[in-house]
């Protein structure tokens, strides 16, 4: 249904005269008229206002269908840090009554952990602010450092408070009930590596590497993983470093081997693995992830102008090949990279 007879469908449902609907908008009759008639459309400042008016969500002065209405707040959340209380509420709602409807359980149920996670990551980003002020004032104080390491995944020396036991029997739960699915096992395995649960890790893997779906350069990249969760670097080096010859022109081999040395703190050759990963990248529009682990590096290393430089790359990147204009991901990496110059003055 076109906008100006939804609204004068609702405005009937109202009970009110197009004189009366313009007096709550502050306007002239005449606009409401225009509308009605398709010969002008509402400024998009005046719709938040008119869905109120009429008791409606937004969406519903479009009379967008399903589909459309999940593909809208998916798109909200990509591209807003933080959605207003109100438009929460609105999706929440929906999203919650979808759940009824089979065919878009699933995705209304996956969209719904995704609301409330950018929920939670948007109050995470000010804990971690107010807690990081309160720290500053009194560094010798053992309160709040709690509030960081739940806001922004800090590192913790107790064991019992480190460990990933919960994620791990999840996972291992899902892979149990699905053997025939690959994900599940490889989240299961990257779980028991990070607490150096070697033996179960290979396990796993080997039930993985058993599936028709498994991916051999995959295999041998954990492979190498479970050596190292072993302390046995030599053994690990050495696969890495036979996927990488055996693979040369492979970007998502280039990007793992570069993961690995990464992780070992093995920066230079780290960068070097990322850029050929991102070079002899096929895809059209090109992910962020090689360069976005160049900046983090180069950080590492007090490069603050080489990290700044790589956050113009990301720009150039988002903007050319993905035109984006006005994307959360593009104003943070230009934040980065002011911030990064910020540093870099500083260091000098």
């Not at 469908?9 to 197009?18: E, I, N």
């Not at 008119?50 to 998916?74: C, H, K, W």
């Not at 500053?136 to 390491?149: H, I």
């Not at 690959?182 to 028991?192: A, K």
Request: charged letters at 30%.
């Amino acid at each position: 249904m076109e906008l100006g007879k939804k609204i004068r469908q609702l405005r009937f449902r109202a009970g009110l005269t197009q004189e009366q609907l313009a007096d709550k908008l502050g306007i002239g009759p005449q606009s409401v008229s225009k509308w009605e008639n398709a010969a002008s459309m509402p400024d998009i400042t005046a719709l938040p206002l008119l869905a109120e008016i009429f008791g409606v969500s937004i969406d519903e002065l479009f009379d967008l269908n399903d589909e459309q209405r999940l593909n809208r707040i998916e798109n909200s959340m990509d591209n807003t840090e933080e959605l207003p209380q109100d438009l929460f509420r609105e999706y929440e709602d929906y999203l919650k009554g979808q759940l009824a409807d089979e065919a878009n359980k699933q995705r209304a149920a996956g969209l719904l952990s995704y609301l409330y996670w950018h929920r939670m990551n948007a109050c995470a980003r000010k804990a971690a602010k107010y807690a990081k002020d309160t720290i500053r004032t009194a560094p010798g104080v053992k309160d709040w450092q709690w509030v960081l390491d739940r806001a922004e995944g800090h590192a913790v020396w107790d064991w019992n408070m480190a460990n990933h036991t919960k994620a791990i029997e999840f996972w291992r739960g899902i892979a149990n009930e699905n053997p025939d699915v690959r994900l599940p096992y490889l989240y299961l395995i990257d779980n028991l590596l990070a607490d150096h649960r070697a033996d179960e890790a290979e396990k796993y893997l080997e039930r993985a590497s058993r599936l028709p779906d498994a991916r051999p350069v995959m295999v041998q990249i954990y492979r190498a993983g479970i050596a190292l969760a072993r302390f046995d670097e030599k053994t690990a080096d050495g696969i890495i470093d036979e996927l990488v010859a055996a693979h040369p022109e492979d970007d998502v081999c280039l990007f793992e081997a570069a993961q690995y040395h990464a992780k070992k703190s093995d920066y230079e050759k780290a960068i070097g693995l990322y850029e050929q990963a991102f070079e002899k990248s096929p895809r059209r529009p090109r992910f962020t992830d090689e360069l976005m682990a160049i900046s983090d590096i180069y950080e590492i290393m007090g490069e603050y102008r080489k990290a700044a430089e790589t956050q113009d790359r990301i720009i150039d990147l988002l903007e050319n090949e993905w035109h984006f204009t006005e994307d959360t991901g593009l104003k943070h990496a230009q934040d980065e990279k002011a911030r990064l110059l910020a540093k870099a003055e500083k260091a000098q």
